[in-house]
Every structure is written in C-alpha cells, then in structure tokens.
Nanobody, 116 residues
Framework: QVQLVESGGGLVQPGGSLRLSCAAS????????MGWYRQAPGKPRELVAQ????????NYAESVQGRFTISRDNAKNTVYLQMNSLKTDDTAGYYC?????????WGQGTQVTVSS
C-alpha cells in the first residue's frame, strides 16, 4: 500500500503562486509515475501534470503549460507542483496520484482557491 499526503493549498489572488507537495509513504518502491489531478465542482477530475520517478517523462495539461512545474525529490518520496500565474479557473481540489505496479493510489486532496 501507498499513502499520499498533500499539502500547500490555500487562497491566493489571481497572478499569485502556490507550491503543492505530496509525500508518499508505505510501499514506495516501484512507484513509477506520480502526478497531480484536479477537480472543480461539477466537473470531472482532470490531469494537471505527471512525471515518471526516473525523471524521463513529464506531461502537462495544455491549460497549465508554461505556468505549472512538476518536480520530485526521490530521497524524500515527494513530488511538488509549483503553480505560477494562477487564474480563477485553476480553483479546484488538487489530488496527488501514484501509480505502482498498475495500481493507482490517491491522496485526500488539497483545496486551491484563486480569488480576488
């Protein structure tokens, strides 16, 4: 089993920045992909960004390209999402996902609200 704990959400004004963190624990060996998804009220959950733990693969939603950056610290089993130039449309619950041996694990989520 893998446990994921997100942190770093909050309220920020448009144009501001936030950094989300997702710490993995438990059976972290053989996690091959970690990423971030988000879900706004009334909308389906969507991919924001993901990366392989080897660092050889990253993927971003078109809506966040050039504004968000995903990174990892393998020694800490932690993945980060640096979010810059935030827009009101970025308001959502943000969820961390880990893929291990073709099984998905999810965190509880952290709320990001972009509002003036």
């Amino acid at each position: 089993q893998v446990q994921l704990v997100e942190s770093g959400g909050g309220l920020v004004q448009p144009g501001g920045s936030l950094r989300l963190s997702c710490a993995a624990s438990g059976s972290t060996v053989s996690i091959n992909v970690m990423g971030w998804y988000r879900q706004a009220p009334g909308k389906p959950r969507e991919l924001v960004a993901q990366m392989s733990t080897s660092g050889g693969y990253t993927n971003y939603a078109e809506s966040v390209q050039g504004r968000f950056t995903i990174s990892r610290d393998n020694a800490k089993n932690t993945v980060y999402l640096q979010m810059n130039s935030l827009k009101t449309d970025d308001t959502a619950g943000y969820y961390c996902r880990a893929e291990r041996i073709r099984t998905d694990y999810w965190g509880q989520g952290t709320q990001v609200t972009v509002s003036s």
